[in-house]
């Protein structure tokens, strides 16, 4: 069983320009939640997908917009990069309609903007 | 204020040790509660998972939930080195999963 997988591994910007992630959700999952982890704090929500329509989102600057695909699969695009976007983003997979919440998370992406 | 609250840490104990951690939460709106584990440059990994008030155990890992106090805990009994690794607290309403800082954990040999 596929768990979540995201690319690349590692992506180095500089400031001001734009970066594509990409990642797969667990087999069986519908929906799909990206976070931004800063070096030393918890995981912050960014925006969820499902039916290939933005749910819900977080306190994120509308530079951070995304996309789902017909396969689930997701991609999170950042805008005007700036050094604060420096960070682990973390893709995490669930059932939409279990209500649970259970969130696998995918190895991350991690991001550095020079 | 933080909707949650972890522990900072950072905790060292010796091998065999009982490792406990904490949060506290203000937002009693919250039903599920998590606990991930974290290793250096990875991502979370889902432990335990819990949505009343009261204990679960998993092996050596045990989750207290006390709702009327809003304070959660995972317990590590008989801890080994590979349990060394950071810890997270993770609490769960309608869609989106709110975490603690983290505490990072080092079981010495």
């Known amino acids: 069983d596929a768990g979540v997988t995201q690319s690349p591994t590692h992506l180095i910007k500089t400031r001001g320009q734009q970066v594509t992630l990409r990642c797969s959700p667990k087999s069986g999952h519908d929906t799909v939640s990206w976070y931004q982890q800063a070096l030393g704090q918890g995981p912050q929500f960014i925006f969820q997908?499902?039916?290939?329509?933005?749910?819900q989102r977080g306190n994120f600057p509308d530079r951070f917009s995304g996309h789902q695909f017909p396969n689930y699969s997701s991609e999170l695009n950042v805008n005007a990069l700036l050094l604060g976007d420096s960070a682990l983003y973390l893709c995490?997979?669930?059932?939409?309609?279990?209500?649970?919440?259970?969130?696998?998370f995918g190895p991350g992406t991690r991001l550095t903007v020079l | 204020q933080k909707e949650v609250e972890q522990d900072p840490g950072p905790l060292s104990v010796p091998e065999g040790a009982i490792v406990s951690l904490n949060c506290t939460y203000s937002?009693?709106?919250?039903?599920?509660f998590m606990w991930y584990r974290q290793y250096s440059r990875k991502g979370p990994e889902l432990l335990m998972y819990t949505y009343s008030s009261g204990n679960k155990e998993d092996g050596r890992f045990t989750a207290q939930v006390d709702k009327s106090s809003k304070y959660i805990s995972l317990f590590i009994r008989d801890s080994q080195p590979s349990d060394s690794a950071t810890y997270l607290c993770a609490l769960g309403g309608d869609y989106k999963l709110s975490f603690g800082a983290g505490t990072t954990v080092t079981v010495r040999a």
């Open positions: 995490a997979s669930s059932l939409y309609h279990r209500q649970s919440n259970e969130q696998f």
């Open positions: 997908y499902y039916e290939e329509e933005e749910r």
């Open positions: 937002n009693s709106a919250f039903q599920y």
